[in-house]
């Protein structure tokens, strides 16, 4: 074929996947595929000059830009980078540049990881950060000052040690936001915590977050902002090389990548891409390949541009995680929760290395929300450790004959019907002693991280759980030598250890088996949280057991006001939200409760929450002050969980709903009677000395504020954040504020750390 042919196919296949991807949305090939083909065309533009038409896609410059934020322009060019595939694309480039510059200039090259974010451009006035713009279409960028002051890792003012001196007069420098892997990690874990659905992809969400109106939104994402380029720079020292500015950077106090590079010439840099690829995982940032920049500054200044891209960097980009391939089933898979995961089984596709055919579906509702369709051809990522997982149906590709996937009814394993509760995505088995959940119960309950049970294999659960000698976590305990004799590599020697091991496994301390007992959400943080504020397994027995008998009168108590439902028609928006309101207590009434001091205070929060449906209420259902006083005994019941810092509804009602299980409460029963320990070593004594008080905190104290905080609630205490008149005593340390001038003036009385220990002393 013609170069000319090629670049017009190129030129016509580049535009459609352009079309599909910006204004479809729906993408047929991975964007490693797009580069490849766009790479192909610059390459024969390039060499055939005369090729390169004004509608060429090498030609536009991409654009990010938004409607609703104002627009600022670029003082130089934002540009944008080559891609190479091969060490041989680079020395390709290599040769291009040379050409250039005077025969025998040897070149250096700096390496930096190319970081998979938002680029963003910022711009100081006598070290004072007044505005922050995305890359936009290269000349003028959206305005996302607002946002990138809430950025903890971008100075506000340089340089941030005011002993480096004086800053430049005005500083212009490129960098790119992104989220941390274990950022994101938190995020999620954060949203699933709060019943929400989860993120997919780290660059999206950073991306969302930058381009938030309001910026309290994008304070909660967790961004980070590394910089890399100088843009412009009136005054400040005279910079030769690329290294010398990121050390420049740094010494102004911009997070600049520490895993740069020097390398003085492109063999040796191209020797070292291997280790760069194989270590890609072990960065704490996700990135796409690396950039190559040529080290010295006026060498590149000279070697100039190629349309958009600067001729003196270029990017090399690792092999693509992402591609393309069939969905052909979803199994359903049960976790020790009982919590359902589907699981996309695919047309064997090669990734990264490895052959994948099978990927997580997270939940449900995504599958739902992004409409994946059995049949469906979907783009799938695998990247490093984590399970590889569906991004999305390629909606093009579809023949017609694909199928919705529907959730699940029923668990597959024990056709337990299955539930979704208080405000969460997922569905779970309900079922306690569904084999599949004994199994991976089990299979936790001895793993390293949990109980850690040396010698019992998931194989050897599987046998025990078969031959009906293991049932629960309990009878692992009750475990004898002769259950064991006879099972495939159990030598007596074998046994020995094992038996050993269980022994030892009893006096683990009461955290440990807490958070090894698989109660949704409750992780060796949480599990040390609830040991160290209640003491013990049976106080949160005991909160549990009491929550669910005061949930149940609830509910029984709100059933005539449920019944609304069926009798109005087409129910307003207001009621319909009143009556889920009530019929999910836990997730959607407590909450609101957690500052109220009495049941007429619950009963006054109550009426505006309920007002639309009492608006409608049938004659003879129950009155706002009887559901007011039954909500104030819930309200009570679970206080020392909702009290606990960083414990959510979701996670409460997880708890509670554990733990006031029958079966649960028979297991821990059991597992006492086997001798195993449930007590904190330091058990704190809950006195009550502090009961119906309410405490507000503020200051400096001697210790930490949750230190004080747990001593109040572990005497029966509420610690609220501000100060009203129902505020018991403010805890006041050194320099309190705002908190001890509203005290004083409403006449809350005042204490300081050895008033409140009197105070819990009773003298
Ligand atoms: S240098 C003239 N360095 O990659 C310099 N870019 O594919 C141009 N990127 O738009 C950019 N990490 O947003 C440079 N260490 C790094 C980078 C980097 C990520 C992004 C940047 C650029 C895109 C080009």
């Known amino acids: 074929m013609q170069p000319s042919e090629r670049a017009a196919q190129l030129r016509a296949e580049l535009h459609q996947h352009n079309y599909r991807y910006h204004v479809l949305h729906a993408p047929i090939i991975s964007d490693g595929e797009y580069d490849r083909l766009y790479a192909e065309l610059a390459a024969l533009e390039e060499q055939y000059p005369e090729l390169r038409t004004p509608d060429s896609p090498t030609q536009r410059v991409g654009s990010d830009l938004s409607d609703d934020l104002p627009k600022v322009p670029h003082p ?112 999620n874990a954060e949203q699933i915590a709060q019943g929400l659905t989860p993120y997919v992809n780290a660059r999206n969400t950073a991306s969302g977050s930058l381009k938030q109106k309001d910026s309290r939104i994008t304070a909660t994402r967790r961004l980070t902002a590394y910089l890399y380029e100088i843009v412009v720079m009136d005054g400040g020292p005279d910079l030769e090389s690329e290294w010398q500015s990121l050390d420049y950077l740094r010494t102004l106090g911009f997070n600049v990548v520490p895993q740069a590079q020097r390398y003085d010439d492109l063999e040796a840099a191209i020797a070292a891409l291997p280790g760069w690829e194989a270590r890609r995982h072990d960065l704490p940032f996700e990135v796409d390949g690396v950039v190559l920049k040529v080290d010295d500054l006026a060498m590149r200044r000279e070697l100039g541009f190629v349309g958009k891209d600067p001729r003196g960097a270029t990017a090399f980009k690792f092999p693509s995680e992402e591609v393309t391939t069939r969905l052909l089933d979803v199994t359903i898979n049960v976790g020790r929760t009982g919590k359902i995961t589907p699981t996309a089984v695919l047309e064997p596709v090669f990734v990264s290395g490895v052959t994948v055919s099978n990927a997580s579906l997270h939940n449900y509702d995504l599958i739902a929300e992004l409409d994946i369709r059995l049949g469906d051809r979907v783009l799938v990522k695998r990247s490093g450790e984590v399970i590889p997982y569906v991004l999305g149906p390629v909606v093009d590709a579809r023949q017609g004959d694909e199928a919705p996937i529907r959730p699940p009814t029923h668990c597959p394993y024990c056709q337990a019907a299955l539930v979704s509760p208080d405000s969460a995505v997922d569905l779970f088995c309900p079922n306690v002693r569904c084999p599949e959940r004994v199994y991976r119960s089990l299979e936790f309950f001895v793993s390293k991280g949990a109980m850690d049970i040396e010698g019992l294999g998931p194989q050897t659960i599987k046998i025990l759980i078969e031959r009906q000698i293991i049932r629960d976590e309990a009878d692992l305990f009750n475990l004898r030598p002769q259950h064991l004799e006879g099972l495939e590599g159990f030598a007596e020697k074998k046994i020995q250890n094992l038996m050993a091991a269980i022994e030892q496994a009893k006096t683990r301390p009461a955290a440990q088996l807490l958070a090894s007992l698989g109660v949704d959400g409750v992780g060796s943080t949480n599990a040390q949280a609830l040991v160290k504020y209640l003491g013990s397994i049976d106080a949160l027995l005991e909160i549990s057991t009491q929550t669910m ?191 001890l001038a509203k005290a004083q003036s409403i006449g809350v009385p005042i204490l300081d750390e050895d008033g409140l220990r009197r105070l819990i002393e009773g003298t």
């Open 76 to 187: 130089a060019p934002i540009l944008s980078l080559s891609n190479a595939f091969s060490a041989d694309d680079l020395r390709r480039w290599q040769e291009r540049n040379a050409r250039l510059l005077l025969p025998g200039t040897s070149l250096a090259y700096v390496l930096e990881p190319k970081l998979d974010g938002l680029s963003i451009v910022l711009t100081y006035e006598d070290g004072v950060l007044v505005r922050g713009a995305t890359r936009g279409n290269g000349e003028v960028g959206d305005d996302v000052t607002h946002n990138i002051r809430t950025i903890p890792s971008v100075p506000l003012r340089i340089p941030v040690d005011p002993a480096r001196g004086q800053p430049p007069a005005r500083l212009v420098v490129r960098g790119e936001v992104l989220i941390l892997k274990a950022d994101f990690a938190a995020l």
């Open 549 to 739: 008998q005061r949930l149940d009168n609830f509910k029984r108590l709100a059933q005539p006001l449920l019944n609304v439902r069926s009798t109005l028609f087409g129910t307003a928006q207001e009621v319909a939200r009143a009556l889920t309101r009530l019929e999910k207590p836990l997730s959607e009434l407590v909450p609101s409760m957690r500052e109220a001091v009495g049941v007429d205070d619950v009963a006054k929060r109550l009426s505006r929450l309920l007002k639309p449906l009492y608006d409608v209420a049938p004659a003879g259902a129950p009155s706002l002050e009887q559901i007011a006083e039954s909500l104030w005994q819930l309200v009570q019941a679970i206080a020392p969980l909702t009290r606990l810092a960083g414990f959510g509804p979701t996670l409460v009602a997880s708890i509670v709903s554990w733990f006031g299980d029958p079966e649960r409460q028979q297991l821990i029963a059991k597992l006492k009677a086997a001798g195993v320990v449930m007590q904190s070593e330091s058990a704190q004594a809950l006195s009550d000395k502090l009961q119906n008080l309410t405490f507000v905190i503020t200051g400096t104290l001697s210790q930490p504020r949750e230190q004080i905080e747990a001593l109040i609630v572990a005497h029966g205490g509420k610690v609220t954040s501000s100060v009203s008149k129902k505020t018991s005593y403010l805890i006041a340390g050194n320099d309190a504020g705002s908190k």
